[in-house]
């Protein structure tokens, strides 16, 4: 983790893109969409779904209870979804329905939750 972020930082720009609930995520992770997308990680399972199961027991966690491996992630995370929010999807059209937008989701960020609330 660089040393540029500190802890608190890390933590408000985590808090500020994961905009999906642990219980969001949960269910999103278990369908059909959620596996289609990302990088396998070696074992059948996309780096951004265990990516996913992470951020789960990390905002099921308080604060004080965060671990260094979790701190870590955490500007991983961050650290995604900022770059990958800049590339957009590649269908304007369809976005809602986009693999961008599939995979932003199993790193806990709905680029549509917004405009729909």
Do not use: C
């Not at 265990?50 to 789960?56: A, L, Q, R, T």
């Not at 650290?79 to 976005?95: A, F, V």
């Amino acid at each position: 983790m660089p040393d540029s972020k500190d802890s608190e930082d890390i933590y408000t720009d985590f808090k500020q893109q994961v905009n999906m609930t642990a219980g969001e995520i949960e269910k999103w992770l278990k369908t059909d969409e959620s596996k289609s997308v990302g990088q396998d990680s070696g074992d059948g399972e996309s780096i951004g779904h265990k990516s996913g199961e992470h951020i789960i027991e990390i905002l099921r966690k308080k604060k004080a209870e965060l671990t260094a491996a979790d701190k870590a992630h955490m500007h991983k995370v961050h650290s995604y979804i900022s770059r990958h929010l800049k590339q957009g999807p590649h269908h304007q059209e369809d976005i809602e329905n986009s693999r961008w937008r599939y995979s932003l989701m199993n790193w806990g960020h709905d680029p549509l939750k917004n405009k729909k609330e």
